[in-house]
Every structure is written in structure tokens, then in C-alpha cells.
């Protein structure tokens, strides 16, 4: 089990439980040395109530955070981050966010900031624009760890040539910007269920880190936690390693942190 875990959300995204002292007390009751929050960054003239928080509760966030930090300083390391996607027409905001916090997580669900979203939208087409975007991410400096980069499997029904150029892309953009690739934990909660000729979970998906065992990349687990009790959650290092990991050559950092 990994000591760290910088994937972690809070209730005001609309689609996590929890306060946010909750998470870190189970942080802290399971053996976690240094954790972050980085719930789904909100964005100006915007509102997507059941995805992200809204901008009128950022200030809430960082003021909770910081809070938390001083509260529990001697049992726990505590970063203040967010979960970004790159959307090149929100740069100058994401830039101020970069400024603003210890660290962000780049996971990228959809297009635009009102486009189609990968899990729904997966066509070659979609899936190559994906990795364009992670690639593009990581070039512009913002993201510190790159979170579930498989995601555009969650619906693939094969793996294909766009696939495999979309791995490499990823693959070789974290590579040269050396940026730890993020194995989601939280992506086999959606279960196994059949997708295309496969029975499988959505991801992790095995072929994508397959390809990243090729490059000079470091892996970090991420919980992307919803509920504070996914920080108890041991099963889902195991599940991981063995059923779709196994034998992989995939270096995980046993350290992270974001002192600047």
C-alpha cells in the first residue's frame, strides 16, 4: 500500500460524501503519511453542479484545507490541490490555479468546457483527441501528476490502432515532461462489465500500461477518493496489481511530495 495518495475529492463537487476532516482522519486512522485534496477545479461562467464545485465555494475549499493543514500538522502532511482538465480556452484560469495551489492533477473527462465528454463520446476520433489533450497538458506546464490517462477505455469496444496511438502519446509526453502517470484506483469500482468482446473493468486497462512499461515513466496510485472510506480501501491495491498489473515493469515513486 502506497503512503501517499494526492487523488482525493470533497462534497462539493456533487458527486462525493463526506467532510472534509472525515478523509483525513481516515488518512491518518489507515496509515497515510501525506495526502491531498484535489476535488474537480471550478470554473468562471460555469456550473456543473454534479461534477465540479461551483467558483462561489473555492474560497470555502482553500480555507478548509488550510485549516486542516494546521490542524493535524503533527500526524499528517496535507496538500491543497485540484483536479484540472486542460481546456485551452480556460489557460489563463488554469494558470492562476497553478499559482494558487500546491499542486494540480490534470484528469481529463471531457473536450471543452461545455464539449462531449469521453466516457460518452469514444470514437477513434474522440480517442485520439484525448491523448492530444494530456499531451498538450503536459507541455503547458500545468499538471503535476496525470490522473487515470486510460480513461478513454472506459467505453472502447477495442483496442485499436488509435488506441495504441493514444498510449504511446501519453506515454511518451509523461516521459519527456516527467510527470508520474496515475494508476486509478476508484476506476474498478464501476465493476467488471462487458465492453465490446471483453468482460473487464473500465480501467486500469492492462494493454495502455503495457505500452507505458516501455517508456522511463514513474506510476503513483491515486484513490480518487469520494467517500472518506475509500482511505480503508487495501482490496483495491491488490485487485490492481494482480488482476490487471501483473508482471508489468511499471516503477511506482514510494515518495512524492509538493514543498516548494
Known amino acids: 500500500m502506497q503512503k501517499f495518495n494526492y487523488h482525493g475529492h470533497t462534497s462539493r463537487c456533487g458527486h462525493a460524501i463526506g467532510t472534509d476532516e472525515e478523509y483525513v482522519i481516515q488518512a491518518i486512522k489507515n496509515g497515510y503519511t501525506h495526502i491531498g485534496f484535489s476535488d474537480h477545479a471550478p470554473y468562471q461562467n460555469s456550473s456543473f453542479p454534479k461534477h465540479s464545485m461551483e467558483v462561489s465555494q ?3 475549499y482553500i480555507s478548509s484545507v488550510q485549516a486542516l493543514k494546521k490542524k493535524y500538522r503533527s500526524q499528517i502532511k496535507i496538500y491543497m490541490g485540484l483536479e484540472i482538465e486542460y481546456y485551452e480556452d480556460q489557460l489563463e484560469e488554469l494558470k492562476q490555479y497553478k499559482q494558487q495551489m500546491d499542486y494540480l492533477i490534470v484528469g481529463q473527462h471531457g473536450e471543452s468546457l461545455f464539449g462531449k465528454d469521453f466516457y460518452q463520446y469514444h470514437s477513434d476520433e474522440d480517442t485520439l ?24 477505455m472506459y467505453a472502447k469496444e477495442e483496442w485499436n490502432e488509435a488506441c495504441e496511438i493514444t498510449a ?9 515532461y516527467q510527470i508520474p502517470l496515475e494508476i486509478n484506483l476508484n476506476g474498478i469500482n464501476y465493476g467488471k462489465k462487458h465492453i465490446g468482446n471483453e468482460y473487464r473493468y473500465a480501467y486500469p ?25 475509500k482511505y480503508a480501501d487495501k482490496e483495491c491495491y491488490r485487485i490492481v496489481d494482480e488482476e490487471i498489473l501483473n508482471g508489468l515493469d511499471i516503477p511506482k515513486l514510494t515518495y512524492l511530495d509538493f514543498d516548494k
Open 129 to 152: 483527441r484525448y491523448g492530444e489533450l494530456i499531451e498538450k497538458a503536459c507541455e503547458s506546464g500545468l499538471p503535476d501528476i496525470i490522473a487515470h490517462p486510460d480513461l478513454f
Open 205 to 229: 486497462y492492462r494493454k495502455f500500461w503495457e505500452i507505458v512499461s516501455m517508456y522511463d515513466i514513474k506510476a503513483v496510485y491515486g484513490l480518487d477518493a469520494h467517500q472518506p472510506e
Open 58 to 60: 473555492l474560497q470555502d
Open 168 to 176: 504511446h502519446r501519453i506515454a511518451k509526453a509523461a516521459q519527456d
